[in-house]
């Protein structure tokens, strides 16, 4: 134990006089050591879980949902893959976004017993009506103005085509957002240069233990 505290104290650089194998380095000494100890326990724990974070992320079950056709106050969304209603939003007249369309109901989320935590990992263009740029918006939050304001959304750029929805650039879309408690509500709107155009999407997502 002491030639470990002694080695820790050399490799943070702390000043130490030479100790013989019978001193005992002082209270402050091995407090100093242990506070340092716990400075790289923390670092390495905060490593492992980002390290953990991404590889689940990446190597994930992927779930696919649409709108559900009977909706609820607290289901939104088809979470089995067994139909096809896309979310339909609809941008503002005067080129702004649109009213926000909820997209997950707090019993939408998890789809897998047992996980804690979710994000949307992208998403489906089934239809556009104007053969122009899109801006769309996720956003997660009690409600799409709570999530605006906490800064709880994302955006991207979807190039709509009227003519053939396989046009639409791009046609799968990603989408890059932190992970949120399952249960969360999340909401989608959209802006379009051409006005009160209307785009309908479909999702999918990524769901975690931790």
């Given amino acids: 134990m002491k ?18 194998q019978w001193d005992i380095p002082s209270t402050a000494t091995v407090n100093v050591v242990q506070a340092t100890v716990n400075v790289v326990q923390d670092t390495v724990r905060a490593t492992y879980e ?14 696919i949902i649409s709108k559900n056709t009977v909706q609820t106050s607290t289901v939104k969304a088809d979470t089995t893959a067994g139909k096809f ?12 976004f649109g009213a926000a369309v909820q997209v997950l109901g707090t019993d939408d989320t998890p789809v897998q017993t047992g996980m ?14 104007s053969n122009s740029p899109y801006v769309l918006r996720i956003l997660a939050g009690s409600s799409a103005a709570v999530a605006l304001a906490a800064g709880d959304y994302s955006d991207t750029w979807i190039f709509g085509d009227d003519s053939n929805p396989n046009k639409a ?8 957002m932190k992970r949120f408690a399952v249960g969360s509500l999340v909401w989608a709107q959209i802006s379009n240069a051409a006005g009160a155009q209307t785009l309908s999407v479909v999702f999918s997502l990524h769901e975690y233990v931790r």
């Fill in 85 to 96: 209603y896309p979310y339909v939003l609809t941008a503002a007249a005067d080129s702004t």
């Fill in 3 to 20: 030639k470990y505290l002694l080695l820790l104290l050399l490799l943070v650089n702390i000043p130490t006089i030479a100790y013989s």
């Fill in 116 to 129: 804690k935590w979710f994000d949307l990992h992208d998403g489906f263009v089934i239809a556009a009506n």
């Fill in 169 to 176: 650039s791009p046609v799968e879309f990603s989408l890059g």
């Fill in 50 to 63: 980002e390290a953990y974070n991404l590889n689940k992320h990446f190597h994930n079950y992927h779930r």
